[in-house]
T-cell receptor, first 114, second 113 residues
Framework: DAGVIQSPRHEVTEMGQEVTLRCKPI?????LFWYRQTMMRGLELLIY????????DSGMPEDRFSAKMPNASFSTLKIQPSEPRDSAVYFC???FGTGRYEQYFGPGTRLTVT | SQQGEEDPQALSIQEGENATMNCSYKTSINNLQWYRQNSGRGLVHLIL?????REKHSGRLRVTLDTSKKSSSLLITASRAADTASYFC?????????????FGSGTQLTVLP
């Protein structure tokens, strides 16, 4: 089993540019989560989906951030325009909604905005 | 916001010793989970303990939960250099379709060979 797949693994961009992060969850999982991790703020939940529908986006920092899940095997997190303070590691995780509640994390995307 | 707070923030021990990390939380929970994060990697689930359980074991891991004190502890016995990582507790307060976890700030464990 491939686990949660994220791309790219590293992204360096200039302030003002659009950034798109991608995630493929584990097949059969019906929940998908996007997190951001920084030294200052730790691990923050940005948004999560159930059966491709956003359930809670209260963690999305501002309108520059948007996330979509067009189907059960793909999700994107977009930042437009990007700012230096968006620099962080972004994780995608997936899980089953019933029975087993542990989340499976991808390797993360390290974003640097200069 | 972070509900779980780990203590200590950093812990350094010798190989073979036991390591104990604590987690405190604020609201009622359905379950509490512990995760490990190696440097530069994603989090890996270690163990889950439900609110009606008091203790759980998995290999060299032992987790306890005291819901009256809103606290949990993770014990790693006979530690190895490979156990060096950050350890996070995460609380789950599920209702309806809500399935989010709230992660603490983590304990950085260093096991010296």
């Amino acid at each position: 089993d491939a686990g949660v797949i994220q791309s790219p693994r590293h992204e360096v961009t200039e302030m003002g540019q659009e950034v798109t992060l991608r995630c493929k969850p584990i097949s059969g999982h019906d929940y998908l989560f996007w997190y951001r991790q920084t030294m200052m703020r730790g691990l923050e939940l940005l948004i999560y989906f159930n059966n491709n529908v956003p359930i809670d986006d209260s963690g999305m920092p501002e309108d520059r951030f948007s996330a979509k899940m067009p189907n059960a095997s793909f999700s994107t997190l977009k930042i437009q325009p990007s700012e230096p303070r968006d620099s962080a590691v972004y994780f995608c995780a997936s899980s089953f909604g019933t029975g087993r509640y542990e989340q499976y994390f991808g390797p993360g995307t390290r974003l640097t905005v200069t | 916001s972070q509900q779980g707070e780990e203590d200590p923030q950093a812990l350094s021990i010798q190989e073979g010793e036991n390591a104990t990390m604590n987690c405190s939380y604020k609201t009622s929970i359905n379950n509490l989970q512990w995760y490990r994060q190696n440097s530069g990697r994603g989090l890996v689930h270690l163990i889950l303990i439900r609110s009606n359980e008091r203790e759980k074991h998995s290999g060299r891991l032992r987790v306890t939960l005291d819901t009256s004190k809103k606290s949990s502890s993770l014990l790693i016995t006979a530690s190895r250099a490979a156990d060096t990582a950050s350890y996070f507790c995460a609380t789950a307060s599920f209702s309806g379709s809500a399935r989010q976890l709230t992660f603490g700030s983590g304990t950085q464990l260093t096991v010296l060979p």
